[in-house]
């Protein structure tokens, strides 16, 4: 349920009720608004009496939050979670672009990647160490070394980094590394690494399940902001429909639904979506026109290389063509691309 404050309302009001709500052994969240405070009030399902928390001083109304997923929701958060990461403002009116390999390869690979990323005006870099792959015998990512040199390439260019932690027991090690975690499709239900990432103070990228639905996808967010993190961002990647001519397919629809249904931010990701680079940008430029508040996109140096993914990976050129046509199309609908870090390419370390 949601209490909402009276504007006005005092801080020993306020202490009261969160006192009330721990002597019924739930969760108090406050929303401090710039009017008027609101608690929300999470617990594991059983009934509470709403009445007692009516009567209290400074308390303007009580409502229940109708949603199975509580911190997800818009009602329980009105207005657009935005999350600070190096100057970018995730989930405000900006738009961001997130690219990348699949995965940290060498750190020669991964460097070129990294300074063709920021010259063709991305945001961020991304690249997994640890790679979930359906198959036991295909490249598994290069662990600690991997996020070494991605971090690296981070003092390189001054791009934050994002990659992706495949158990619980790495969040701890991946966390000191890098500035978001990632959290595949293949592990959307993994609940312990929910809550390892829930616990951790860096950001996440939550990707939808092949097979979840939505609601599914945001009881699975709802594990994150449970255990404390409330930096989370969706990413749809794609789900496994009756189509076999791209690897997934894009549920385009799914951009504006959660728009609606939670104040998280949300990110596409056209690369796994497709499984083409030939259809990335089209499904890059629809994700934005739908609302999406940024892209995750596969970039490689040289994808006929690559030792994963690279048939969907873009080539340099192509994601700085696929930035601007973002950037038209940003405007297009009152949004803006955001400026890039304007920290210079370190080139010491490139020796
Ligand atoms: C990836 O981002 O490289 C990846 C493995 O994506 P997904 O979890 O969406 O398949
Ligand atoms: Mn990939």
């Known amino acids: 349920m949601m209490i909402i404050m009276k504007t006005g309302a005092t801080q020993e009001e306020i202490d009261n009720i969160v006192a009330r709500v721990k002597s019924?052994?739930?969760?108090?969240h406050l929303i401090t608004g710039e009017e008027r405070t609101v608690i929300g009030v999470v617990g594991d399902g059983r009934p509470v009496e709403q009445g007692q928390f009516v009567r209290m001083p400074g308390v303007d109304q009580v409502t229940p939050i109708s949603r199975p997923y509580k911190l997800a929701s818009r009602?329980?958060?009105p207005k657009n979670?935005?999350?600070?990461?190096?100057?970018l403002e995730i989930g405000s009116d900006q738009i961001f672009v997130i690219g990348g390999p699949c995965a940290v390869e060498s750190r020669s690979q991964l460097l070129d990647a990294a300074v063709k990323i920021k010259e063709a005006g991305g945001h961020a870099l991304r690249g997994g160490a640890f790679k979930p792959r359906t198959s036991p015998y295909s490249f598994q990512g290069m662990g600690e070394e991997g996020l070494k040199i991605l971090a690296e390439a981070r003092e390189l260019t001054g791009l934050p980094i994002i990659t992706e932690a495949t158990s619980p027991d790495l969040v701890p090690m991946i966390s000191e590394y890098t500035d978001v975690i990632q959290?595949?499709?293949?592990?959307m239900q993994n609940y312990a690494l929910l809550q390892a990432v829930g616990k951790s103070n860096r950001p996440a990228l939550l990707k939808?399940?092949?097979s979840?639905?939505?609601?599914?996808f945001l009881m699975a967010a709802e594990y994150i902001l449970s255990k404390g993190n409330p930096n989370v961002m969706l990413c749809e990647r794609g789900i496994r429909t009756f189509e076999t001519a791209t690897r997934n397919t894009t549920d385009i629809n799914a951009i504006p639904v959660l728009?609606?249904?939670?104040?998280?931010?949300?990110?596409l990701d056209p690369s796994h979506s497709t499984g083409h680079w030939e259809y990335v940008t089209s499904l890059a430029r629809a994700g934005i026109a739908a609302g999406a508040d940024g892209l995750i996109i596969e970039v490689h140096p040289n994808p006929i290389e690559a030792l994963s993914d690279g048939a969907q990976s873009l080539k340099p050129k192509r994601f700085k063509e696929l930035i601007e046509q973002v950037d038209a199309i940003s405007k297009a609908i009152g949004r803006d691309l955001a400026s890039i870090p304007t920290k210079a390419i370190n080139s010491e370390i490139m020796q």
């Open 24 to 28: 019924n052994k739930l969760n108090a």
């Open 75 to 77: 009602e329980f958060h």
């Open 208 to 210: 939808r399940g092949m």
């Open 212 to 216: 979840a639905t939505i609601n599914d």
């Open 259 to 267: 728009k609606s249904l939670t104040h998280l931010p949300v990110v």
């Open 183 to 187: 959290i595949g499709a293949r592990n």
């Open 81 to 87: 979670t935005i999350i600070q990461l190096n100057g």
